[in-house]
């Protein structure tokens, strides 16, 4: 079976060069295993986490040689848990791998209903990014009616789906996304309208997409996408801070001159609630059924980009950090259904 494995720590953004495709002995399930044939694989920008030589971030440290960790939907093919049968649909971080052995105990499986949504849902909607979503909106942004929400990375995984969820909630939605194609596709799920952060005049579109500021600003990005945010930002808006992956891959050093002062300065100065969180730990008990049941409505579509093949998932998880075309949860089909 194929596999893809750490060459080496990647400096700075990674490239498919840090990656190897690699073949290896098909698992036996032991006393206590399932064996699992994966479908789906999630490409995640939380992976770059597990990736850096020195852990600062999350528990999950993958050295040279090791199995790449993330997220994947798969099927069971042999049963030696009871409380798994062949043929079940699960979810778990099983690796970037076609096959795997794993005690359930050790490595949690989720059962999803294959009925109910395409397997892939899991990843995106459905899952990880959905709870996400869900905790920027509503658990930690509180989001209301009438408000004005800016989401940066809006083309992505949590940004498609948060500014539908903020449709829901009755507020005015503004995206952030890098060139005109994705800033159509977000404007097309439903956002009020998408902003250009690689325009010339980027900040004056902005500022002319909130006329009356911002009372929650989605922060995914950081650095030049959020500089522009700052002078909008309402007395006492709320910050979610889900992500900022401009500056992943930097330890703890940042780039350039330190902009640290000005941020803290509008903290302050603005009375903004800036929180960080995990999405998956914060989304309430009904999230995942509360994401369902406004699909299930037709209120939030699946946006969902594939990448064919195990090959592929290196070079498609270096394109998340140097711009690539994906709109929605980026997902690789392992084996077909
Ligand atoms: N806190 C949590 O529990 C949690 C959970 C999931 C995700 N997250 C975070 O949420 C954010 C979005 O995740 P996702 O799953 O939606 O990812 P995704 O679907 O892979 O989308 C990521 C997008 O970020 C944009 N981007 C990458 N580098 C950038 C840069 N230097 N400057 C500006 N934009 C950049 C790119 O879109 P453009 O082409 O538009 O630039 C990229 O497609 C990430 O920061 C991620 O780490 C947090």
Redo the contacts with the bound molecule.
């Keep these: 079976m194929k596999q893809v494995v750490l060459r080496n720590y990647p400096r700075g953004?990674p490239s498919a060069g840090d990656f190897a495709v690699e073949t290896a002995e098909m698992p036996e399930p032991s006393t206590g295993e399932v064996l699992l044939k994966t479908y789906w694989l999630s490409?995640?920008?939380?992976i770059?986490?597990s990736l850096d030589e020195r852990r600062l971030t999350g528990r999950a440290q993958v050295r040279p040689g090791e199995v790449l960790y993330g997220g994947a939907v798969s099927r069971i093919e042999a049963s030696n848990v009871a409380a798994f049968s062949v043929g079940d649909w699960v979810e778990g971080r099983t690796g970037w791998r076609e096959f795997a052995a794993v005690d359930p105990a050790v490595v949690p499986l989720r059962k999803i209903d294959a009925g109910a949504a395409p397997p892939s849902a899991a990843l995106g909607l459905l899952g990880?990014?959905g709870?996400?979503?869900h905790?920027?909106m509503i658990e930690v942004g509180r989001v209301t009616t009438g408000e004005t929400v800016v989401i940066?990375?809006?083309?992505?995984?949590?940004?498609?789906i948060a500014g539908q969820i903020g449709k829901i909630l009755g507020a005015r939605v503004v995206g952030?996304?890098?060139?005109p194609e994705?800033c159509r596709a977000v404007e097309a799920l439903g956002f009020d309208v998408c902003v250009d952060?690689?325009a010339s005049d980027y900040a004056d579109q902005l500022a002319a997409a909130c006329p009356g500021g911002i009372d929650v600003y989605i922060?995914?990005?950081?650095?030049?996408?959020t500089q522009a945010v700052l002078p909008l930002l309402k007395y006492q808006a709320r910050m979610p801070?889900?992500?900022?992956?401009?500056?992943?891959g930097m330890g703890l050093e940042g780039p350039g001159p330190d902009r640290l002062p000005g941020f803290m300065r509008t903290i302050m100065s603005k009375g903004l609630e800036v929180r960080?969180?995990?999405?998956?730990?914060?989304a309430g008990p009904d999230a995942l059924d509360n994401l369902a049941r406004w699909h299930g409505q037709g209120k939030i579509r699946l946006a969902e980009t594939v990448v064919e093949g195990l090959d592929e998932a290196p070079a498609a998880f270096a394109?998340?950090?140097?711009?690539?075309?994906?709109v929605?949860?980026?997902v690789v089909r392992v084996a077909a259904e």
Aim: charged letters at 10%; one cysteine or more; hydrophobic letters at 45%.
């Design positions: 953004a490409l995640d920008p939380l770059r986490f990880m990014p709870q996400t979503a905790a920027c940066s990375a809006a083309a992505g995984a949590v940004g498609t952030i996304a890098g060139g994705k952060y690689r922060e995914n990005v950081g650095g030049a996408v801070v889900c992500g900022f992956i401009a500056y992943y960080g969180f995990g999405g998956a730990l914060v394109g998340i950090f140097s711009g690539n075309a994906n929605g949860k980026l």
